[in-house]
């Protein structure tokens, strides 16, 4: 293997790099953390090209402050040819030029621990991109090769091969093999990628992948990060053989309750050969070790599409990760019924292995809350709606159930996360045109997939500035909806009654009262309809009926919509002490 793409071993000198230490990020931070999500080209661009930028983020970053978090995760700003917004990664150690230079990340992350805020950055380990010096190699080489065992390589099916070597198909439509020419002119082997063709898998059952991989950790950790978002991270280990597989329904782009660890249990769906195999937990372990070396309890977050949570519990056992994406809250349908079995569940099951539970409504990969909550027809993770999708949302009813669903989640116990411009009540984009979609969901099925566009509009910060504040110039690397003027930040600020002042009121309330520590006591007498609890000596209910609910005694710190009274109006969240 040719070693100029091996990852150097950092001295112990570098290894010293700390972030600071506040009270409120004290040891064990995440368990209680509220952690924002920075989509790194939507969030802020300082140079007017139209694509956010690790500069931009730095100029915003006291905003960030002031909303009151404890930590940023950034998605994917490393080298990529941005085929899939840079989830497609070239260069690992590397920052993209479209998002400024390495001197510009360690900038950013100084003033964010200066700010005392934490950085978790994302790494994309499933797969890299085919632009990659690794696949590069890969394809120059002979099948057999040691180049080629860094990915998934096999020979077709059929009697010349010509077949791929199994059924899988790609998370973004279409077969999950492409067949590639070898270097002499004639028909080759068939790669895998279960996400887009430029997206080769990695062979994770390689010790050469493993390896550069703690290598990248510690690049980044050196540099002072604080922890990870581990992008896919119940992939990664196929099942031996590659068996063909057919998912017993459609359902979520990335699994969701295909996912299952124990075959043998009869009451769980057969397990999807590319997800959740057991081989995934060696991988976690080697990487908590690494993480071990450093100071200030860096951290490891996983995406792991998996049900039901007694089985993404595994991911975040000690020795493993410190916390998963509990997606199955953020799917819960809008009954308080339900929501109250999957805080339970949530909870419980988390608790099993010591971890807190995490909550989160939206992300870069899902239809925002605020137009997802209000939806009239199916909705399914990763596909997406657009101008002809039949699931059409109430605006209006959208952003209250928004509102009311964010306050009802941020005093749970636990650590929250919050995706970039939520707290301005941001809805899905829906209306974009078909020539400005960039997603490869769209490309590959067609148009048949909207993707996930629509919550990657850049964000606004000033109604009258061009691209309203997102940078300098009006340029937008996906258009902005006139309607982004009336949500701006600007507008917002310092409106006792927008959504901006509720996340902030919320967010110094929780941390006032150490919520993120706390516990859950169920309240009773209010309705079926109804979400009641207690944590921390505060009281909160959410009335999901279809009528009034009288408020108890105390004082009212809180309300996702304005009060008459001591009368909760129907979906509508209150706060009381």
Not at 191 to 205: E, G, I, K, M, V
Not at 565 to 570: A, F, Q, V
Request: aromatic content about 10%; hydrophobic content about 35%.
């Amino acid at each position: 293997m040719n070693s100029t793409i091996v990852i150097s071993e950092p001295t112990e000198a570098t290894r010293e790099t700390t972030a600071p230490t506040t009270p409120a990020q004290s040891r064990e931070w995440w368990r209680s953390a509220v952690i924002y999500q920075v989509y790194p080209r939507s969030f802020a661009d300082s140079d007017g090209d139209g694509l956010g930028d690790l500069a931009g983020i730095t100029r915003r970053l006291p905003a960030l402050r002031d909303l009151g978090v404890d930590a940023v995760w950034l998605s994917p700003f490393q080298t990529s040819p941005q085929r899939d917004a840079g989830y497609d990664v070239s260069d690992y150690c590397d920052v993209d030029p479209i998002f400024g230079t390495l001197a510009d990340f360690d900038s950013m992350l100084t003033a964010s621990h200066d700010l005392g805020l934490r950085v978790i950055v994302d790494i994309v380990p499933n797969h890299s991109s085919s632009d990659h010096a690794w696949f590069q190699a890969a394809l120059a080489a002979k099948p057999g090769s040691a180049e080629r065992e860094v990915y998934m390589f096999r020979d077709g099916r059929g009697e010349n091969g010509e077949l791929p070597p199994n059924n899988w198909e790609s998370v973004f439509g279409g077969s999950a093999w492409t067949s590639v020419t070898e270097a002499d002119g004639t028909p080759g082997q068939w790669y895998l990628h279960l996400f887009d063709t430029s997206q080769p898998d990695l062979n994770w059952q390689n010790p050469w992948v493993r390896e550069q991989f703690r290598g990248i950790l510690r690049f980044w950790l050196d540099r002072g990060v604080d922890g990870f978002r581990v992008d896919v991270a119940h992939g990664m280990i196929k099942a031996a053989g590659l068996p063909d597989y057919t998912p017993p329904a459609p359902g979520g782009s990335m699994g969701g309750g295909t996912a299952t660890l124990e075959p043998d249990i009869s009451s769980e769906p057969p397990t999807a050969p590319y997800w959740a195999q057991e081989g995934v937990h060696e991988i976690y372990r080697e990487w908590h070790e690494v993480l071990e070396e450093y100071d200030n309890d860096r951290v490891l977050c996983a995406e792991a599409w998996v049900e039901p949570l007694e089985k993404l519990a595994r991911w975040v056992r000690s020795d493993e990760m410190q916390q998963a994406f509990n997606f199955e809250y953020l799917e819960t349908p809008w009954s308080a019924a339900e929501l109250r079995a999957v805080v339970d569940h949530s909870i419980s099951a988390f608790a099993t292995v010591g971890a807190p539970s995490t909550w989160v409504l939206s992300n870069h990969d899902v239809v925002r809350h605020a137009t997802r909550l209000a939806l009239t027809g199916e909705n399914l993770q990763g596909h997406g709606i657009g101008p002809r999708t039949t699931a059409k949302p109430d605006a209006k009813l959208g952003l209250r159930r928004a509102r009311t669903a964010t306050a009802l989640m941020l005093p749970l116990p636990g650590s929250s996360y919050l995706f970039q411009g939520e707290e301005l009540g941001l809805p899905e984009v829906i209306d974009l045109p078909d020539s400005a979609r960039q997603d490869p969901t769209w490309f590959r099925t067609n148009g048949e997939r909207y993707g996930r566009d629509g919550c990657r509009v850049p964000i606004p910060w000033e109604a009258n500035g061009p691209s309203y504040g997102f940078g300098p110039t009006a340029a937008s690397w996906l258009p902005q909806p006139a309607e982004w003027a009336r949500f701006a930040r600007d507008v917002q600020l310092g409106d006792p009654a927008s959504t901006l002042t509720m996340y902030t009121t919320a967010l110094a309330i929780r941390r006032e009262r150490n919520l993120g520590f706390g516990s859950i006591e169920w309240l009773d007498g209010f309705g079926p309809e109804v979400v009641a609890f207690r944590n921390g000596g505060v009281t909160v209910i959410a009335n999901l009926g279809d009528g009034p609910v009288q408020l108890p005694a105390g004082e009212i710190v809180l309300a996702s919509e304005p009060l008459s009274g001591r009368s909760l109006p129907t979906d509508t969240t209150a706060w009381l002490i």
